[in-house]
């Protein structure tokens, strides 16, 4: 485990912050509600990149000052790693860069944070063993066996990206079909099963028209987000069937502002646990392809006091996302820069380590209590979700930023 | 019933084509590779949108200038009725404007058709009541019943946009997981039954962010293109449960390269039949909604001859892409321009009026005949699939010109 690097930047120093050197996560920052700039987090501070594009001070051939991220990924991986490189340097205490770089410096406390990227397509995966046995208990009644594919494919289907969403943004309550076990006929209204998923997306920075090997899927990923799979289980428990989710997980995805690189997350890679039947050449894997990543979810009722109601870990997944764009890729799909692949719920084995309402509560049989003393079946109106995690290193930490967004009532 | 418009473009009045001047569908051309234009087709002949604004005989500030009709189509309603109206009147049989027309005029012989709008995002809709009880049958082993939230949801599923491809792209056969019945571990390899579906498919033309209304939604689709939803049986019947259906439909959908109006359909917009239960509020529509139009499927083996394998008609479906819009937003979920809403797979009531191979051919048991002697219980490398449909008029067609793409052998 590397230890930390120490900055110039005297707050990136701290034990505590999520963006010492070693993180140097991408964002898109915004200033008086001007369009976004290129950044990079260091400490308590944001490092204006368009602006030293801009100033001469890097030259990426412009893909620093596109507005977000989609121009220079799509650069590929040795320029991903140029400017890794770069910043890692020009950053670091003692160099001689300080001077040039510091008008480009600005407080993060403000700026607003904008989408980090253009998203292409939205993939959702399903890769959790505990997720996956915990939701066919709830909604198909089974003993907690997963389904028989689901052992030898990454499940996933098709989501949407026109609802994709930066956090901060507030989500609003969808309406949909409902029907009650207990009714005969459906009714159109809010959905009163609503509903976050922990998850975390990965993000492809690389065209392809082929299968890509797992052994090489980390060149195609340029980096990863936390994700909230907002999802109305009233409305997907009616709908689901035959073809997937649709209409249940339409509403909004949202995800944290600062992409992670796969490079800044290269020390904390893990081996997955529990294979339980062999995979088929296609999928397997060499070496550890999962991340040692803390993950929490709080829940802050309009009063606004955070409960943390649950701690889990993405190292918990059966399936990493190189398997996963391996399969993508399996029918020669096309991948295109911007496609995000939500990692799927990212439950561990405990009862506290459950990545939605619908497990935590199992299906609001079991309400969760918060410190205001109130209790939550799932989520209600001015409720605001708020995920966070990082990778713990050797006295520093390498984190994402929170994906915190509040709900709104439904539309009458 | 309107008569067929005549045009000064003689090939127009024709009875057999399917460009008379009532229809005015919508196509980006190329000549020798050179980049897309946008065109009409009017008989055998293209007329350069493009070179028209060029030259300054219509103005649609640069959106016929753009490559394809994905600007245009963001310019809304009223663009799209100003355009339709100079061309229906600059295109007519005495007009003065054939002069200064003339010039832009191509022969449709000269030309390579191209995609002619960009997809953002691709969904696929599951509407027949014969194709939902004919699958139910074959994978489910149903009586022929459809899952119970079917009379009451326009079932779809979001498919994959990265993979759409214009007629003429050649179509590479999938490789997949496939786990035969009889078989205890899947294996990797190309799919044994490619397939494809006959649909239509509806274009979102403006951008929206709550419920349409199954009477507005109109006003929000430009028009429609023909589409083959190719479907790896296969690997469909492994992957499908419980998220639905995935890699078996990415590989490829392709669509005719005309986009016939919505305005061109209207003379031919026929009433659902068969309703068997009533519809929630927001889906039931006051007037008719979908579109009488003839549709057939032509096999060709590598030897090239054609054989005709199904005749259906849209007016078949039991939902229209208007409660297709309708139920695909009444979550909040944002709409696009260039979203791609295919109508699901057309099958009739009668056996040569099904809509896939699977169907026809009763999942491979009873192969259909072709011309040559050769006989085909799904698609071979080398076959060719051509849609081919059109909507009849008093003495003329409104057609859609054919989707038609050859298979190529899996990649090794």
Redesign the interface.
């Known amino acids: 485990m590397t230890d930390l690097i120490r900055s110039w930047v005297e707050s990136a120093n701290a034990k505590t912050t999520e963006f010492p050197l070693n993180n140097l996560p991408y964002g898109v920052f915004s200033q008086d509600g001007n369009s976004g700039r290129s950044c990079t987090a260091i400490g308590a501070k944001v490092l204006d990149l368009h602006g030293l594009e801009d100033a001469g001070l890097i030259d990426f051939g412009g893909a620093l000052r596109a507005g977000d991220w989609s121009s220079f990924m799509s650069l590929g991986k040795r320029e991903w790693d140029r400017l890794r490189t770069y910043l890692q340097e020009a950053l670091a205490e003692g160099s001689d860069a300080e001077r040039a770089l510091a008008p480009h410096i600005i407080s993060l406390a403000d700026v607003q944070l904008l989408m980090p990227f253009t998203v ?2 939205f993939t959702d995966f ?1 890769a959790s063993r505990h997720h996956a046995s915990n939701v066919g208990r709830i909604l ?1 009644g089974t003993n907690g066996e997963v ?1 028989p ?1 689901w052992l ?2 990454p ?9 994709i969403a930066v956090s901060g943004t507030d989500v ?1 309550r ?4 409902l ?1 009650p076990k207990d009714e005969t ?4 209204g809010p959905s009163e099963r609503f509903d976050f998923e922990l998850e975390f997306g990965a993000i492809v920075g690389q065209p392809s028209s ?2 890509i090997s797992v052994e090489t899927a980390f060149e195609n990923i340029f980096g990863y987000v936390l994700l909230n799979d907002w999802s ?1 289980r009233d ?1 997907q428990a ?11 997980k ?2 909004a995805t949202t995800i944290s502002p600062w992409i992670v690189t796969t490079a800044a997350l290269e020390p904390f890679r893990v081996a997955a646990t529990g294979r339980e039947l062999p995979l ?3 999928l397997q894997e060499g070496s550890p392809m999962l991340y040692d990543v803390e993950l929490e979810v709080a829940l802050a009722p309009p009063s606004g006091i955070d409960t943390v109601i649950t701690r889990t870990n993405y190292k918990y997944m059966y399936y990493s996302s190189a398997q996963q764009l391996a ?2 890729t ?7 820069v911007g ?1 995000l692949l939500g990692s799927g719920t990212i439950s561990g084995p405990e009862k506290t380590s459950r990545g939605c309402m619908m497990e935590l509560t199992w299906n609001g049989q079991e309400p969760v209590e918060l410190s205001s003393s109130e209790s939550r079946g799932f989520i209600e109106d001015g409720d605001t979700v708020t995920i966070r995690g990082h990778a713990q290193g050797a006295g520093f930490r390498v984190g994402f930023g929170a994906c915190s967004n509040r709900v709104l009532p439904a ?1 009458g």
Request: hydrophobic letters at 25%.
């Open positions: 292409s397509e399903y198909r389904p594919n030898h494919i499940i996933g289907y098709n989501g949407r990206a026109s609802s609003r969808p309406n949909g079909q029907k006929m459906p009714r159109f082929g299968l109305a409305v009616w709908e689901y069937q035959p073809l997937g989710p649709f209409q249940s339409a509403a088929l050449d296609y399969h993508h399996s029918s020669g799909c096309p991948m295109r496609d539309k």
